[in-house]
């Protein structure tokens, strides 16, 4: 009887084991094509989560909450961009891409190096966003760009506008990379001469003639 009796409870313990063990996190692809404005809006990463994950001078609750601010502004159109028609496909994130767009290029400046995150594009068009997946769920960094600039214009509102000439990959781009470090630390110095630089490297809007 004895016997019997924990066998049952075995069964019954391994039973609610599976019923309570988590499902396994869908693919980004999978994620995408079913997602809803309420997903979006839980793309956004908490504090903790972005702390662990991005590089200096990116950690911090200053730029957590510049990057809050941006993610929410940007909810609306990326659920307009969710909506597009079209299948969803999923590429590795990789500095160089010519088919990045401008934020999702400046937001491999704060990650890792090689770091496995993922962009998108929904009927050949990008969604605007880089993914990351945390635990079971995914994260998005978003408007990147824009916290940026609004950074670096606070130093120098001219040398914030060269940000936007800068392309995925290039000596533009290069030194862009400094004028986004280099501002967001305070280095003044080393700021400086990066914007100098940038005057003549980025004279050209990236994609122009």
């Keep these: 009887m004895i016997t019997q009796l924990s066998c049952v409870l075995v069964l019954v313990l391994a039973l609610a084991a599976c019923h309570d063990a988590p499902k396994a996190p869908a693919t980004l692809a999978d994620h995408l094509a079913t997602a809803t404005a309420a997903d979006v809006a839980a ?3 908490t504090q903790a989560e972005w ?3 991005v590089v200096e001078p990116y950690k911090g609750p200053a730029i957590y909450a510049d990057y809050a601010r941006a993610f929410d502004a940007q909810v609306g159109e990326l ?6 028609p079209g299948p969803v496909a999923t590429r590795a994130h990789y500095a160089g891409d010519p088919r990045l767009t401008l934020g999702q290029s400046e937001a491999r400046w704060a990650l890792p190096v090689q770091f ?3 962009v998108a ?3 050949d068009h990008p969604i605007d966003a880089v993914f990351v997946r945390v635990g079971d ?10 916290v940026v600039r609004d950074r670096v214009a606070a ?3 001219a ?3 060269l940000l936007a000439k800068a392309g995925p990959s290039g000596r533009c781009t290069d030194v862009a990379w400094v004028i986004a470090d280099a501002g967001l630390r305070g280095d003044r110095p080393r700021f400086g001469h990066a914007c100098q630089l940038a005057a003549n490297l980025c004279a050209v809007v990236h994609g122009s003639p």
């Design 159 to 161: 040398c914030a506008r």
């Design 51 to 53: 702390d662990a994950l």
């Design 116 to 118: 496995g995150s993922q």
């Design 121 to 123: 594009t929904k009927g």
């Design 137 to 146: 769920h995914w994260r998005a960094l978003t408007g990147i760009d824009r």
């Design 79 to 84: 659920t307009a961009q969710l909506a597009a």
């Design 155 to 157: 130093l120098d509102p």
């Design 43 to 45: 793309w956004r990463f």
